[in-house]
T-cell receptor, first 115, second 114 residues
Framework: AQSVTQLDSQVPVFEEAPVELRCNYS??????LFWYVQYPNQGLQLLLK??????LVKGINGFEAEFNKSQTSFHLRKPSVHISDTAEYFC?????????????FGTGTSLTVIP | SAVISQKPSRDICQRGTSLTIQCQVD?????MFWYRQQPGQSLTLIAT?????????ESGFVIDKFPISRPNLTFSTLTVSNMSPEDSSIYLC???????????FGQGTRLTVV
């Protein structure tokens, strides 16, 4: 089974500063990688995903992530954060099984943007 | 993409009672997933619901506590039975299929058991 580790449970950052949210995964098979965002009192929204190809993936709201196979990492970055980026961020992996994809989520990173 | 409607969005229930959560998808999907998100924690998969067969439950979750129905390819229900305060969580419906590499989520049901 896969596991996902988000190394930082809380990340405070000043507005317009860069941010990196870390994610490592463990898997013996090929996986798909995702970052989801959850705004207060809302469901999960997909930020970006890595399926194959270029290891640098660009998503919505100016976020990007880089897949590093040797380090089994998929860190999320944004060069300049806004107040509206304050939310919970979840890294997830999925693997293709016989009957479809099953997702495994990290414990989440709470990003707080400070004015 | 898939649009998922989940009802109710929130509820406050008495301990010992049961609540049924509905999940409606705007397209036919092979698999539907039910997750629990306890306060301050990540998502934990409760079970996978396939149309026409019994749901598959993850370790720590049992059918008597969380019975699931999947009557067709666009609809599923999760019942939280004999509730206790420990069941207070957000319950999320998700869809994905053999051809889908992405999970889509409903808005969630915020359950408080008093």
């Amino acid at each position: 089974a896969q596991s996902v580790t988000q190394l930082d449970s809380q990340v405070p950052v000043f507005e317009e500063a860069p941010v990196e949210l870390r994610c490592n995964y463990s898997s013996s098979v090929s996986v798909y990688l995702f970052w989801y965002v959850q705004y207060p009192n809302q469901g999960l929204q997909l930020l970006l995903k890595y399926l194959s190809g270029s290891t640098l993936v660009k998503g919505i709201n100016g976020f990007e992530a880089e897949f590093n196979k040797s380090q089994t990492s998929f860190h999320l970055r944004k060069p300049s954060v806004h107040i509206s980026d304050t939310a919970e961020y979840f890294c997830a992996v999925s693997s293709r099984g016989n009957t479809g994809n099953q997702f495994y989520f990290g414990t989440g990173t709470s990003l707080t943007v400070i004015p | 993409s898939a649009v998922i409607s989940q009802k109710p969005s929130r509820d406050i229930c008495q301990r010992g009672t049961s609540l049924t959560i509905q999940c409606q998808v705007d397209s036919q999907v092979t698999m539907m997933f039910w997750y629990r998100q306890q306060p301050g924690q990540s998502l934990t998969l409760i079970a996978t619901a396939n149309q026409g067969s019994e749901a598959t439950y993850e370790s720590g979750f049992v059918i008597d506590k969380f019975p699931i129905s999947r009557p067709n390819l666009t609809f599923s229900t999760l019942t939280v039975s004999n509730m206790s305060p420990e069941d207070s969580s957000i319950y999320l419906c998700s869809v994905g299929g053999v051809r889908s590499t992405e999970a889509f989520f409903g808005q969630g049901t915020r359950l408080t058991v008093v």
